[in-house]
């Protein structure tokens, strides 16, 4: 059974980032009738927050990225101790005691040696009367696992055969001082437990994935398959990191941009097929094939969403839309036809309010002073609403007929008088539902 997992930490509000992490685990396990876990990282009492728990569950809903279970690893730390019990009981998992500013001293000695800044494993040196008398000054100590120095390789899905030399990696902090066991130690025990066969994460999870490996054989462990995806720039290339909280999920859903459009562009960017628009998961799924996507930094635009959430709206049926355009006021013998016309010129669903607005109220109109008495000339011939298909053509010809004027300049300034806008619906199609004109008041 293909088993994938999203584990956010409930720290903050998803990003595009993450959903990129958890669309892609959610399809694998999609494509082939497999189980997708979410997986909440609250190890961290301090910055996680319930209100981010739940408007992760929230924007996962609202994409449809449902889940088989939820995971809480606040609810499984009895689960990483014991696992720390073993790795100690192996001589894989030891105290140290330096402090972050002794840590970045080494640090800087080794680089200035032309050394790689790892860890000296100075800690594996102390007697148990030397720790005895750091903990009596410091408090407990951090704990690390004991790395074997050894080339670590795997098949990735997506970069291809990785080899990492463990000796050019300082032994990764498994438990910090205060007792707070970390991401690193937490995901093994969960992915091993939990039966994960998948992992797709960032690439900036690579050296994490070399010293994990060690972890799970450590522990007994059977390795999932890895695959990491490239990150995510700007459209001109820059770090997207900086610019991370201005693209949370909720703020894009805020300024309009349908789910569609969102899974349709993050299934496919950074891979060699085209963005295939579909709200349809399966669909999605089915196409989706780590082996396409590439290594290189993939650039994401925000600006790209909103055509693509047009795209999704224009060929939306009446039967989508109807309660959103009964609760606008659209009174029922018009709502399938307001639709039909209307849905061809929103960007988002609240473009509809605008429209209606203007066919219930009418329109300022904008009208330029050179066609200000060619206007007023035509609307003398325009009858009271109700309008029909009918009226527009008729209404045109009349005043063509009378001024002499066509093509245009006949239909312009008179669009604009009537709406307020150079560009909208056909106006034949418009007429029959403006409920008044302000340009006859």
């Avoid at 100690?88 to 330096?98: K, Q, S």
Wanted: charged fraction near 30%.
């Amino acid at each position: 059974m293909t088993t994938t997992r999203f584990a956010p930490s409930p720290t903050g509000y998803l990003h595009v980032g993450n959903l990129r992490t958890a669309l892609m685990n959610h399809l694998i396990a999609r494509k082939v009738g497999g189980t997708f876990i979410l997986r909440i990282d609250d190890t961290d009492p301090e910055r996680s927050k319930e209100e981010y728990v739940e408007a992760i569950k929230e924007d996962l809903t609202w994409l449809g990225l449902t889940w088989a279970r939820i995971e809480r690893q606040s609810a499984r730390l009895h689960r990483y101790e014991e696992a720390a019990e073993r790795l100690r009981g192996m001589g894989r998992l030891y105290e140290c005691f330096e402090t972050p500013e002794e840590l970045e001293l080494k640090r800087r000695k080794q680089l200035a040696m032309g050394r790689p800044p790892v860890y000296d494993r100075a800690a594996l040196t102390l007697s148990e009367d030397e720790k005895d008398r750091l903990r009596a000054a410091r408090g407990p100590g951090h704990w690390r696992f004991r790395l074997d120095h050894e080339r670590i390789e795997w098949q990735d899905g997506i970069l291809g055969p990785r080899s990492i030399d463990a000796a050019s990696v300082s032994d990764p902090v498994l438990i910090r001082a205060d007792g707070q066991v970390l991401y690193t130690l937490a995901s093994v025990v969960d992915d091993t437990e939990m039966g994960v066969t998948d992992v797709v994460r960032g690439a900036d999870h690579v050296t994490n994935t070399a010293t994990q490996i060690q972890i799970i054989a450590a522990l007994g462990g059977r390795c999932p398959r890895f695959a990491h995806h490239s990150l995510l720039t700007g459209p001109q290339g820059e770090a997207l990191s900086k610019r991370l909280g201005t693209l949370a999920l909720r703020d894009l859903r805020a300024q309009g941009v349908e789910p569609a459009a969102l899974l349709s562009l993050m299934a496919r960017l950074g891979s060699s097929d085209p963005v295939e628009l579909t709200d349809d998961l399966d669909r999605l799924a089915e196409g989706f094939d780590l082996s396409k996507f590439g290594a290189a930094p993939t650039r994401f635009d925000a600006a790209d969403l909103f055509p693509l959430t047009a795209r999704h709206l224009h060929a939306l049926p009446f039967e989508a839309v109807q309660g959103e355009i009964a609760a606008l006021g659209v009174p029922d013998a018009l709502a399938e036809r307001f639709w039909t016309v209307a849905r061809e010129n929103i960007e988002t669903r609240a473009d509809l309010a605008g429209w209606w607005a203007l066919c219930r109220d009418g329109a300022e109109p904008a009208i330029a002073p050179e066609d200000a008495e060619f206007v007023a000339e035509a609307v003398a011939l325009l009858p009271d609403p109700p309008y029909g298909p009918e009226t527009w053509g008729d209404w045109t010809g009349a005043v063509k007929e009378r001024t002499g004027r066509k093509g245009k300049a006949l239909f312009m300034p008179l669009r604009k008088a009537l709406t307020g806008r150079e560009r909208g619906p056909e106006m034949a199609d418009l007429m029959p539902l403006l409920q008044r004109v302000r340009a006859k008041d």
